[in-house]
């Protein structure tokens, strides 16, 4: 063989290992491409098993929410009903406690109210080991404006008796007063007698004082005067047996008792001595509407009280005795309280 066959030869041989090669190669490459397209299947096979799952999840999950949601939910509606049923409890303890809280500041308000009405103006009247009442029933400014002058209604018997029996003496010593502490005030005051009448046993004083009084009954209308009846629910409130003024309860039982040749009303109160001159008090709102003056007895030698058989005079024989001696706008006048004014 010839230099020239040798060389082709060799040529030959190369291109045949070199076509070997690139076949090698095309094969490694086909065989990674299908190792490349099974890894992808399984992955798109994996990939979706995953994402079925992770979908079951997602509704399992979407269920148990939705379960959870309704279960709060009447949860929530249970607390809300119980907080508005809490709440509406102690709206109505609130008002409740409102309530009662109001009706003891009206016991204390009306308490307070009615004792300024009923008690505060009824005085004592001492003398000649006798005690009486009165009740003030004015304190008006004088026309010189130079002060007050207070009046005092009394039964003429209770001035009698503590002036001494004496007709002729015109001033009663000893009056005393009350004050907010619920005492009678230490220093009395004297009362000059106005006007009397004997057969109605009605006496009219007026205190020796220039400060009004603070603390003057309020009497009834004429009107409501003539409209009172039986069964009217009425306060007493004198100064039995030297006692400072306290109140009794009754109803007018009677209005035609004739006592020497006066008619009187009849208070089923019971009053004992020494109620004598105080007031007999409309029990609804403390209104004046008459004047104790005596009690039935029965007995001779030795006389028992009947204390529910109290006789009084009435505000309309008190309003027309007044026009009667021209002290007919008596019960309307009155001055302003000032303090510490006895």
């Known amino acids: 063989m010839t230099r020239r066959g040798t060389r082709f030869g060799f040529e030959l041989g190369k291109i045949a ?3 070997g090669m690139i076949i090698w190669v095309q094969d490694q490459v086909v065989g990674v491409r299908l190792d490349l397209a099974g890894r992808q299947n399984v992955l798109v096979h994996n990939s979706n098993v995953y994402a079925e799952s992770v979908e079951e999840v997602v509704r399992d999950a979407q269920v148990e929410m939705a379960r959870a949601r309704e279960v709060l939910g009447d949860q929530i509606r249970y607390v809300e009903a119980e907080t508005s049923d809490v709440r509406s409890r102690l709206e109505e303890t609130e008002r409740r406690a409102g309530a009662i809280e ?9 308490s307070l109210e009615l004792k300024r009405a009923m008690i505060y103006p009824v005085v004592q009247l001492r003398g000649h080991g006798t005690v009486g009442s009165g009740v003030a029933v004015a304190s008006r400014p004088r026309p010189d404006r130079s002060g007050c002058d207070t009046f ?25 007063a009350m004050g907010e502490d619920d005492r009678l005030r230490e220093e009395p005051l004297r009362g000059r007698l106005v006007a009397f009448d004997r057969p109605l046993d009605l006496a009219l004083l007026a205190l020796e004082r220039d400060e009004p009084f603070p603390y003057v009954a309020r009497p009834a209308s004429r009107r409501a005067a003539d409209a009172l009846d039986l069964f009217q629910p009425a306060y007493a409130v004198g100064c039995p047996l030297g006692n400072m003024p ?49 009690i039935y007895t029965y007995g001779k030698q030795n006389p028992a009280v009947v204390p529910h058989m109290g006789l009084f005079v009435p505000l309309g024989t008190i309003y027309a005795w007044l026009d009667r001696i021209g002290q007919g706008g008596l019960l309307e006048g009155h001055c302003p309280p000032q303090e510490e004014a006895l």
């Open 17 to 19: 290992i070199l076509a």
């Open 102 to 110: 109001e009706i003891r500041r009206a016991i204390r308000r009306d």
């Open 152 to 176: 005092i209604l009394t039964a003429y018997h209770v001035f009698l008796d503590v002036v001494g029996n004496d007709p002729s003496r015109r001033i009663a010593e000893e009056i005393r």
């Open 246 to 294: 306290i109140p009794t309860p009754g109803e007018i039982s009677s209005k035609s008792k004739e006592v020497g040749g006066e008619t009187f009303w009849m208070l089923n109160a019971p009053t004992f001595f020494g109620n004598s001159g105080g007031g007999v008090f409309r029990a609804e709102d403390g209104a004046l509407i008459g004047m104790s003056t005596m």
